[in-house]
């Protein structure tokens, strides 16, 4: 496994764990329910790789999904980035709006800590950003959480470039996770800037178009009935037939390299910049290996061109989320 390092000397594993499938039974459903033994051997797998970095986040389950990386992790922390989120509201299980309040940041990452049994996160990001609450609060916070010894790195998901600057001039940020990948490439126009002017490094989630880069799905058929996807606007009707042109372009160069659509998107990521650390999701150990490779694949000059012109920013078909998500992103 190669290594990166994002802002503020964090270093991780070229290709992060996405852990967010994990949970059966969770909130977030992607393909076929989760098997917890499974999930669990993935996690050991991945180690075994040389991958250190897992992302997790409240929300997750919610709660569950903190539970089981930290069952994952029991006996094999040392060496590891864990990273998880803090940033909503809930009425027991059920979540009920953002909260980026200073109170919220901190005693979030008590219960996460708990459910991960460790003594300190590695990488605590706020997970969608509060309009109603100022970063600076929210960052303050955070930076505090540092100082007492729960938190060793800050960093935000999905934030603008405005709230970026603001953010890092309370403390450092170590990491922004954002979707991006090649049919969400809406980051590179003044976000992606953003963060190379503060040092921020960049953690891409759904690099694979939430499955749909992998050309595994041929139709909504493919998909259960409770799966999320269902909803996505970019799975829709024509969106869908549109989408899947540029799945053929990407099966073209996985077919020069034989290699999987998979890792083709993956490197094609990994390209794009050092600084650049995806974490796509897996429960299976399957998708995991077939992932990993994606860190030793070179895409040459030609490549890149025909995946540019394939993929140009603003070209998908249709928006990544609905109304509701869209309000939530890029504040």
Known sequence: MQYRTLGNGLNVSAIGVGCMPMIKGGNITYGEEADSDE???????????????????QIYG???????????????????????KFGFKFDGGNIVGVDGSGTNAKSAVEGTLKRLGIDCLDLYYQHRVDPAVPIEET?????????????K???????????LRRAAAVAPISALQSEYSLWERDIEDEIL???????????????????????????????????????DPRYQGENFATNLKLVGIVAEVAS????????????????????????????????????????????????????????????????RY??????MVRL
Not at 39 to 57: E, N, P, Q, S, V
Not at 153 to 163: M, N, V
Not at 322 to 327: C, D, T, V
């Open 39 to 57: 999930a669990i051997k993935t996690i050991h797998r991945a180690i075994d790789l040389g991958i250190t970095f897992f992302d997790t986040a």
């Open 62 to 84: 919610p709660f569950s999904n903190e539970e089981l990386v930290g069952e994952a992790i029991k006996g094999k922390r040392d060496g590891l980035v864990i990273a998880s």
């Open 139 to 151: 960052v303050g916070a955070m930076a505090d959480l540092i100082t007492e010894g729960k938190i």
């Open 153 to 163: 790195h800050i960093g935000l998901s999905e934030a603008g470039p405005e709230t």
């Open 193 to 231: 800037p953003t963060c190379r002017e503060l040092g921020i490094g960049f953690v891409p989630y759904s690099p694979l178009g939430r499955g749909f880069l992998t050309g595994s799905i041929r139709s909504l058929d493919d998909l259960p009935e409770n799966d999320w996807r269902r909803q």
């Open 256 to 319: 020069k390299h034989d290699a999987s659509n998979a890792q083709i998107a993956l490197a094609w990521l990994m390209a794009q910049g050092e600084d650049i650390v995806p974490i796509p999701g897996f429960k299976r150990r399957a998708t995991l290996e077939d992932s990993a490779k994606a860190a030793d694949i070179q895409l040459d000059a030609e490549d890149l061109a025909k995946l540019e012109a394939a993929a140009p920013r603003g070209g998908t078909a249709g928006p």
């Open 322 to 327: 609905g109304e509701r998500g869209m309000k």
